[in-house]
């Protein structure tokens, strides 16, 4: 399955500098603990600023760029159909982290999201989810966290 994770300002930012604009330990554990012994997918960006795979996952980086150097427990495709042909073969999920312009390449191939609802409006943000992202699911599901942090689940109808 292939499946979006994002944490959300209540302003859709998701992004400040390459980063997220916000520190919430609660949020970073979550994602450890869902996308664990899967595959993340993300774009060169977003691979940059996490700067190394990330233990016990396997990172796809969607790029069209030849820049980015092989190493174990990564792998480089250059668009979308790739990406999908790769979820087919996964024993796991494929997570779909980032940044926005992934989100919005995948977007029809998403079959659920995982939304962490952040407390804070990010005013100097530079990077934002669509206000529309979710019109093409409904909520199934939602859990509480710490730091005043709500994780809500929606699936594709």
């Known amino acids: 399955m292939i499946i979006g994770i994002v944490a959300i300002a209540k302003n859709y930012a998701i992004g400040k500098d390459g980063k997220l604009p916000w ?30 795979p990330l233990p016990n996952r ?21 668009g979308k159909a790739e990406v999908i042909a790769l979820a087919n073969f996964l024993k796991g999920d494929l997570f779909v982290i980032g940044g926005a ?16 609802e952040v407390p804070d409006i990010v005013e100097e943000a530079d990077t934002f989810m669509p206000k529309d992202f979710l019109d093409r699911f409904q909520l199934s599901e939602t859990r509480e966290l710490e730091g005043h942090l709500t994780v809500k689940t929606f699936s594709r109808i």
């Open 101 to 116: 312009m992934t989100f919005n390449n995948l977007a029809d191939a998403i079959e659920k999201w995982f939304v962490t």
């Open 23 to 52: 520190h919430y330990s609660a949020d970073l554990k979550f994602f450890k603990e869902t996308t664990n012994g899967n595959a993340i997918v993300m774009g060169s960006n977003t691979w940059r600023s996490i700067g190394k």
């Open 58 to 78: 396997l990172s796809v980086i969607l790029s069209r760029t030849n820049d980015i150097e092989t190493q174990p427990n990564v792998v480089v495709v250059r």
